[in-house]
């Protein structure tokens, strides 16, 4: 049993050392709204877009006033991928490629939709993007009529 363990715990070594190790190191991020005035019950799309020199994996935290928006939905875009996820409740995911990847457009897009009872005014939306181990955050404000 021990001569098992110390064969699987070689191959376990081995295996992860030929995963890509990398460390972005310019990370930048930009959000793009449908619309930055809106109503009760109208819906909006905001497209987050990034420039990563290269990268493994990253990830996206989505945060806004829960009393003027809910989540409808959220979809990874970033190209070539091989693994993406996304959860409406937490309201934040994460990608990863097989192999260390520049990536240069957008990325993440999702819809708010803002509620029945939302208060006049404004509201604030921030997204963090996370690309290997650095973080950028953006903010956009949209004005409740």
Known sequence: MRKIL??????????LSALPVCAA????????VSDKTVNAGDKITITVSAKVDS?????????YNSS???????DWV????M??????????GV???????????KVFKFVLKVKSNAPVGKSTVTVKFKADSKSVSKST???VA
Do not use: H, R
Request: charged residues 15%.
């Open 6 to 15: 110390i064969i699987f715990c070689t191959l376990l070594m081995l295996a």
């Open 25 to 32: 190191s310019s990370v930048s991020a930009s959000l793009s």
């Open 55 to 63: 990268c493994g994996s990253g990830g996206i935290e989505i945060s």
């Open 68 to 74: 003027v928006f809910e989540l409808s939905s959220g």
């Open 78 to 81: 970033v190209k070539g991928a």
């Open 83 to 92: 693994m993406t996820d996304f959860s409406k409740t937490s309201k934040d």
């Open 95 to 105: 990608f990863a490629f097989d192999s260390a990847t520049k990536i240069s457009g």
């Open 141 to 143: 404000t949209i004005t």
